[in-house]
């Protein structure tokens, strides 16, 4: 038996025996754990695999132990990553900075850092947003405004961001700020983080369409940034931006993955929603059978597109592990599946027909209430972690190598 077929036995036999059955189904809504100062638990068998696989490094498996990592090599990770797929298991925490900004922080940050900011992120001690977005700075984040001047042992911060996901419930945040005005865009940024609750910090929530809404607007006003929290070389933050980037349209990318399962399987729906295949007819409903066998089958071809995307980023992630420019493919990833997942949802409204225009009531069943708002959500991530016109224009820059076209004047 080689190295690596004992290691999946291993690891095998240590989530069967650790993850808790009830932590091997499709997470409810608002049931992820996100980590932080203010962790809270649903039950005791979610705390207990969060613990465990706390206290086994697996939180960052890939990461070094010293920095509280499980130091396994990426072959290992891959096997860790197919055997919790295999037995369903939970992400037993999510935390966007082990995500995102941790890889950027064992590339560029200082041994402190990497001390004092990888830690607690491998723990589930501290929650992480991210500071990119602005008003006026979205696609073309290089526009951004906000400020960081320095004042000698500190910077002093003044501006906005906008579209923070959970900024009213992260503890730190990692943002893009403007340390030199003079210079080119792209060459006058630089990459800080800061606790958030920094005196000068206002956070507010934003409403969506959908009723529901992790986005907020942070302002700062006068906010002191020690200048040990600089991540990286001072006015070289755009280098830094786009490798996190990078890492944050492939955590994008597995929003229908094991990790961040949707929670509403298309067959299962369209089992309950369609009649049986075969099933006698009225002369009454006769009319609709043809619409019935055309939803049947556009459900199966996008089931069969969900199966193949998640073999697709298997395949990619052994891929990625070789590269050292990834970009285009975590932009594909990043586009095909927040296309995938916004087509998915009209197939479903379509599957429900009128019990699909539900927005509350007793009528509506809960899981019918919650897919008309997700269905509305589906647009937005086809924006979060970088529109699918942004994306586009990175595969054919990064991928297919086209030529920029010459703007009109």
């Known amino acids: ?97 082990i995500w ?11 041994e402190e850092q990497k001390q004092a900011l990888l830690k607690p992120m491998t723990r ?55 340390t030199d005005p003079a210079a080119p865009k792209h060459q006058g940024i630089s990459l800080i983080v800061l606790d958030m609750q920094s005196p000068g910090i206002t ?16 302002f700062f006003d006068n906010v002191n940034v020690p200048k040990g929290q600089l991540i990286g070389p001072l006015h070289g933050g755009w280098t830094l931006a786009k490798a996190l980037l990078q890492h944050e349209r492939r955590a994008m990318s597995k929003f229908g993955e094991f990790s961040l399962p949707t929670h509403f399987d298309l067959m299962s729906l369209a089992e309950r929603y369609l009649p049986p295949v075969g099933a006698a007819t009225s002369a009454a409903t006769s009319a609709a059978a043809p619409a019935d066998i055309a939803l049947r089958a556009r459900a199966v071809a996008m089931s069969m597109e969900e199966h193949s995307y998640t073999l697709t980023v298997q395949r990619m992630g052994e891929e990625m ?35 699909a225009l539900g927005w509350e009531g007793d009528e509506f069943t809960e899981q019918e209430l919650a ?25 054919a820059k990064r991928v297919l190598e086209l030529p920029e076209g010459k703007q009109s004047k």
Request: proline share 4%; hydrophobic share 40%.
């Open 371 to 395: 897919l008309s708002k997700a269905w509305l959500g589906s647009f937005a991530q086809t924006i979060a972690g970088g529109s699918s016109e942004v994306q586009l224009n990175v595969i």
């Open 124 to 178: 589930g001690e501290i929650r992480w947003c991210q500071g990119f977005s602005e008003p006026n700075a979205g696609s073309d984040l290089a526009s951004l405004k906000t400020s960081a001047v320095d004042q000698g042992d500190h910077f002093l911060v003044n501006g906005t961001k906008i579209w923070t996901s959970y900024g009213d419930k992260s503890d730190w945040m990692y943002a893009l700020v403007r």
């Open 1 to 97: 038996m080689s190295t690596i077929d004992e290691f999946r036995k291993e690891v095998r036999a240590w989530l069967e025996a650790n993850c808790p059955p009830a932590m091997r189904t499709p997470t409810p809504d608002g049931a992820l754990i996100f980590g932080g100062r203010k962790l809270s638990f649903q039950s005791d068998d979610q705390r207990l695999w969060f613990e465990r696989m706390r206290d086994k490094g697996w939180f960052a498996p890939d990461w070094p132990a010293e920095y509280g990592g499980g130091g396994l090599s990426a072959e290992q990770t891959a096997v860790l990553e197919a055997e919790m797929r295999r037995l369903h298991c939970r992400p037993a925490q999510i935390n966007l900075g």
């Open 321 to 355: 592990r070789a590269r050292q420019n990834v970009s285009g493919l975590m932009s594909i990833m990043k586009l095909v599946h927040s296309e995938q997942e916004k087509d998915k949802f009209e197939i479903l409204l379509d599957l429900m027909g009128h019990r």
């Open 203 to 218: 956070v507010t929530p934003i409403d969506l369409i959908s009723g529901k809404s992790s986005f907020c607007q942070v």
């Open 100 to 110: 995102m900004l941790g890889p950027v922080i064992l590339e560029f940050g200082t």
